[in-house]
């Protein structure tokens, strides 16, 4: 089943679509809620069915950096949790739009691999970019999966 740009660019838009939709659900029902959204997002588009998911967070660090789980990247997320005490919630930071500025696209047959940048707008206007690379799978379903998602702020020198 092969992956298009076009399908990348849906799955770029759908992330963070997504993280729009756990910001608001957290304003409006709070962590319960924000939770329940968040896990029905992971499983939509992340491919921990697939196996474990390659996933830096930008803002995780020490032994937690990397997550494998989908309990991992519900925490990242989220936040409050005891496990993943030093997350505070990337994904209920109000956030309200994200464009993405591609670098470069990598395609062969189901899987494909994105890097560019991630800019995140909150409900303040104020602007975080962020460093991304995803890699996707399309599942046994044909639906695209993340596995790989790197993430980290730009280099300040």
């Known amino acids: 089943m092969q992956i298009t740009q076009a399908d990348i660019e849906e799955a770029l838009t759908i992330w963070g679509n997504g993280k729009i939709t756990i910001s608001k659900a957290f304003e409006d029902g709070g962590i319960d809620a924000a939770r329940q959204v968040a896990s029905a997002n992971i499983d939509n588009y992340y ?78 206007e104020s602007i975080t970019t962020v460093d991304k690379s995803f890699g996707y799978k399309k599942d046994e379903t044909g639906t695209l999966r993340i596995v790989l998602h790197h993430s980290s702020l730009p280099y300040q020198p």
């Open 47 to 124: 491919g921990y069915g697939l196996g474990p998911v390659l996933f830096k967070p930008t803002m995780a660090n020490g032994e937690q950096t990397f997550r494998p789980t989908k309990a991992g990247a519900l925490a990242y997320f989220c936040g409050h949790s005891e496990e993943y005490p030093l997350d505070n919630g990337f994904a209920i930071m109000g956030w309200r739009a994200m464009e993405s500025i591609p670098s470069a696209s990598f395609i062969q047959g189901d899987v494909a691999m994105w890097m560019g940048w991630v800019k995140l707008t909150n409900k303040d």
